[in-house]
């Protein structure tokens, strides 16, 4: 019967364990800060281990390297213990709905998501912030307990909020950008699946270094484009130099080789032309003549007509060789019809499987006039009456990307997610194709009114409109709030014009401290008059639920899953995806309500140590699982 560790698993030891098993003679030991051997690795035999010459010191080499760079490599690897708990009241669809919003700082939430979500992500979206130094970063300390980097680390502000703004004069304008940028990117690179893709929003400001950024986190050789974004359209006459009317969406995959050939969606005005349709897919009829070429060979039409030379003399060229037309007219894909007077040869132009993505954006052409960033703002608009949040993407752009991103059934993340426009994207697109793409978007509760405090004059009509929005909402001042709303008003919209039958809700959960008291993970700290008078291990404010969540982020088991509870003798007994898990946090559980339990063959089973009267029962609740359930996993917390 294994103990639950109910906190992130540690990067460093994973990676530890990776090199000692390639290179045991490079593992030696050390002291950690209290003192406690621990292994560590000798990085000069290493460095030798991984070099055909000796290797007598530093040496010059390309890298990017900044002041914080150890940090945030630390920072993404550093294990934490902290749980997301389940938010029902501001759910949509909570027992049926496959999305999910994620309330909370993204990296803790990445952390949290490691192992329920890990190689299942097809797409990355984020539109993170621009470092312009007029918006707002995430400073993180992961080195020590979730209790210390607070205040008296001076990386929070009054309300809490681990937000800085990055101006320049704090002299470390591009590198705090790089370092939160860097833990990130990191991390959600575990959550991608093989062939997955990400996409980066940014402007000039730090394009040059995410670039440099992603290179080394995915690879040079997985960089697929930097496409350019025309997000404006007009003015800029009060620029002082030059007008900028265009940003870069960064496009990467975590394996290149594995990534299917791109395609494009096609508008509706050109599917227009491909009126026909037979049993290989849809077409048009189309000339076979080809302006120039050297295929030239008579055809002779059903009334003996030789077709061979043009009005002027010259030979006739056609589009394919005469092997292929021969074949082709005996397939039934070419025809000889008469139109007009004249004798004509066409052959069937098949809707393709679709159209390369072109890099370079041009509102108004690709993305139907809706591809500027006031575009963003009208999609918000017809959704609230007013603007109430600053630059956002356009629809249009997202459901582009996605187009191309991502299959009818696969699972986006944004963990930048501000107003939540990839889920009205998605929600659009599975409306028009009846797809089932799903969803996980991820916020901090950003303080509105602290944003209206600092935000420039032409900017706060804005974040006071989000107010009043709220106010009239009854709802706190957080973005998440806003995010939150803008996606149940983009599902009655869409389910009022189309109907459509897909999923309209999604499951809100929010970061919190660990389910589980610091003697939990510690006990030794403790001394044994502490241990005598603590009745729980759990902390008295969380429910059966919030420990099922924490359960469920360490087994692996995602949280979309179907989640069921039940009364067994006066009992609850929590169930996962049928037989996935089985929880019952109950005390003093009786071995009647345990051998209904076994009897279903759970594939995991939770209980609490004081789900046991003692060490006696213990063993009989092990026993009778190996005669009832023998292949059942049994875990205590």
Known sequence: MNQLAMKT????????????????NVITETRDRQGKLIRAIDFDLLKQELSDVLVEGEKERYQLTWPGKKEAILNANTPIDKTLRP???????????????????????????????????????IDPPYNTGKDFIYKDDFKSSADVYLAASGQVDSEGNRLVQNTESNGKFHSDWLTMMYSRLKVS?????????VFISIDESEHPRLRLLCDEIFGIKNHIADLVWQNKKGGGNDSRHVAVEHEYILVYAKNKEMVDELYEMYSDDYLKRYKEEDSEGKFYWDT????????????????????????????????????????????????????????SVQFKQRLPKGKTPRSIYKSGAMLDENGTTSDGSSDLLRLFGKDVFS???????????????????????????????????????????????????????????????????????IFKNAIDTLNELNRPHYLTELGKER????????????GADIDYGFRVYRTDSSNMKDVYYTPAELGQVDLADLASNIKEDRTGEDLLVQVMLECGLELSLPMETKEVEGKTVHHVAGGSLIACFDEDITESVMKKIAMEQPQ???FRDSSFRDDAARINVEELFKLLSPGTEIQVL
């Open 9 to 24: 698993f540690n990067t460093t030891q994973v990676n530890l364990e990776k090199i000692a098993a390639l290179f045991p």
């Open 87 to 125: 938010v029902k009241e501001d759910s949509v669809d909570w027992d049926s709905t496959q999305n999910l919003y994620i309330e909370g700082d993204n990296l803790e939430v990445l952390k949290l998501l490691q192992e329920s979500y890990l190689h299942k992500i097809k797409m990355i979206y």
């Open 391 to 461: 630059n956002p993407k356009p629809v249009s752009l997202i459901k582009h990307l996605i187009g191309f991103g991502i299959g009818s059934e696969d699972l986006a993340l944004d963990f930048f997610s501000g107003s939540g426009t990839l889920a009205h994207a998605i929600m659009e697109l599975n409306a028009e194709d009846n797809g089932r793409r799903k969803f996980i978007l991820v916020q901090l509760q950003e303080d509105i009114d602290a944003m209206y405090n600092q935000a420039e004059q032409n900017r706060k009509m």
């Open 189 to 197: 690179k575990n959550l991608l699946r093989d062939d997955g893709i």
């Open 487 to 498: 996606i149940r008003r983009a599902a009655g919209k869409i389910k009022e014009e189309t």
């Open 288 to 343: 076979f003549k080809r302006k120039s070429g050297k295929q030239y060979y008579p055809i002779t039409c059903p009334d003996g007509t030789v077709l061979e030379l043009d009005e002027n003399g010259n030979p006739i060229s056609w589009l394919r060789s005469e092997k292929r037309f021969k074949e082709d007219l005996a397939k039934g894909e070419i025809r000889i019809i008469k139109v007009g007077e004249n004798w």
């Open 604 to 606: 995991r089973v939770v």
